[in-house]
C-alpha cells in the first residue's frame, strides 16, 4: 500500500515553491530595474557656488548730440562768402567767429529799413496833428501806426541780418559740419557750419517691444566697443527717456540714454554695443547654464552624490547672466552638478566625470576620476 502525503503538507509545498518563484522574479526584476539606468562616462561638473549675476538687454546703439547741445547755421540771406575761419573738427568757443559774408547788400538793406522806419514815424506824426486838428479822419491814423509797426519789423530784422554778416558759435563745442566755400554763393535755406557740444552726447539704443516695457529711468547703460565681454569700455549712460512709438523699420522702441561717464571721447554717429542693466545680484547662487536640463514647463539639475550617482532635482531660475543661471530654490550651495553631458543623464545614474572641464565650469576636488 502507497502512502500517500497529507494535504496539509501538499498545500505548504506548494508555498514555499510559489516563494520560491517570487524570490527570482523579483531578483529579474532588480535586475532590468539597474539595466534601464545605465551609467554615464565621460560628464563634466561643477560646484554651484555665489557670484554677482545681472539681468541685462544686449543691443547696438549709435551715439548722437543732444538737440539743445548742437547748432546748424545758415546765411542771413542770398550772399557771397568772404572768410572761412574754422575746419571740420576744430574746437571753438562761444563767440568765435566761424564764416563771414559779403556786407554790402546786408549794410544796404539795413540802411534802407531805417530810412523806411524813419518815414513811416514821420506819417504817423503827421497823421496824428491832422486827426488832432479835425482836418483827417481818424482811419488815417491807423493806417499810418500799423505802417510804422511794419517798417520797424522790418528794420529789425535787417539789423539781425546786418550782425549775421559774420556768424558766430553760439555754444562751445567741436565743428561737425562746414559747407561754406570761400567765394561761394549761398542762401538762407543752405547748412553752412555745425557745431555740437560733445561732452553732452545721447546713447540712442533700439530694443524689441516687449523688452522695452521693462525698461524705466534711471537704469544703468554698460557700453563697450565690441560684444564680447573682452571689448573696450566705453563707459555707462543712465536711461532717460523710452520711445513712446515703434519705429517702422526696425520694429522696435528707441531708448535715449544720455551718456553720464565715458572713458573716452566719444564721436557722433559712432556705433556702441550697449547693455542695459534691469537688475544686479551681488550674491546670487549660481550654475552654469548648460547644466539645466528641461523638464515639462520647468527645470532640473542633476546632483551628483559622493557614490557619484546623478539625482534630478527641480529648481527655480532667476536671472541669466551670460553662462550663468541664478537658482532661487531647489539647491542651497555647495553642491556638484552634471553641466556637460547633463542632456544624456537620467535619474540614478552613475556617471564618471571627465578629468578636463570647459571654461567656465569646474571638477570639485576629490571628484572621482575615470
Do not use: W
Amino acid at each position: 500500500m502507497i502512502a500517500r502525503p497529507a494535504p496539509s503538507r501538499l498545500r505548504a509545498a506548494a508555498l514555499v515553491a510559489a516563494s520560491l518563484v517570487l524570490c527570482s522574479c523579483a531578483k529579474k526584476d532588480a535586475g532590468s530595474s539597474d539595466a534601464e539606468v545605465p551609467p554615464v562616462v565621460g560628464v563634466r561638473t561643477a560646484v554651484v557656488a555665489r557670484r554677482a549675476v545681472r539681468e541685462t538687454i544686449d543691443g547696438i546703439g549709435t551715439i548722437t548730440t543732444r538737440p539743445d547741445h548742437m547748432a546748424e547755421l545758415g546765411a542771413p540771406a542770398v550772399t557771397r562768402v568772404t572768410k572761412v575761419y574754422v575746419t571740420v573738427g576744430q574746437r571753438v568757443s562761444a563767440g568765435a567767429p566761424l564764416v563771414s559774408f559779403d556786407r554790402v547788400p546786408l549794410d544796404a538793406q539795413a540802411a534802407a529799413a531805417r530810412t523806411a522806419l524813419t518815414a513811416a514815424q514821420r506819417s504817423v506824426d503827421r497823421a496824428k496833428r491832422l486827426v488832432d486838428a479835425g482836418i483827417a479822419p481818424h482811419k488815417d491814423l491807423d493806417q499810418a501806426a500799423n505802417d510804422l509797426a511794419r517798417a520797424n519789423a522790418d528794420a529789425i530784422a535787417a539789423e539781425r541780418m546786418q550782425s549775421r554778416a559774420t556768424l558766430q558759435a553760439p555754444i562751445s563745442g567741436v565743428v561737425t559740419t562746414m559747407n561754406a566755400v570761400l567765394g561761394a554763393t549761398v542762401d538762407p535755406a543752405q547748412t553752412l557750419v555745425a557745431v555740437a557740444d560733445l561732452s553732452a552726447l545721447d546713447l540712442l539704443m533700439p530694443v524689441p517691444p516687449d523688452a522695452a516695457a521693462r525698461v524705466h529711468r534711471g537704469l544703468s547703460v554698460d557700453m563697450t566697443a565690441r560684444a564680447n565681454g573682452e571689448s573696450e569700455a566705453l563707459g555707462t549712460a543712465t536711461v532717460e527717456d523710452i520711445g513712446g512709438t515703434i519705429d517702422s523699420t526696425a520694429r522696435a522702441v528707441v531708448v535715449r540714454a544720455p551718456v553720464t561717464h565715458p572713458t573716452r571721447q566719444l564721436r557722433i554717429g559712432e556705433t556702441v554695443f550697449a547693455r542695459i542693466i534691469l537688475a544686479a545680484h551681488a550674491n546670487a547662487l549660481t550654475v552654469p547654464a548648460e547644466s539645466l536640463v528641461p523638464e515639462g514647463e520647468g527645470l532640473k539639475v542633476f546632483v551628483v552624490d559622493a557614490e557619484r550617482v546623478a539625482h534630478a532635482t527641480p529648481v527655480t531660475v532667476g536671472v541669466r547672466d551670460g553662462g550663468f543661471a541664478e537658482i532661487t530654490s531647489g539647491l542651497s550651495g555647495g553642491e556638484t552638478v552634471v553641466t556637460y553631458g547633463a542632456y544624456g543623464v537620467a535619474d540614478s545614474a552613475k556617471v564618471t566625470v571627465a578629468t578636463e572641464a570647459p571654461a567656465g565650469t569646474t571638477i570639485p576636488v576629490g571628484a572621482p576620476k575615470p
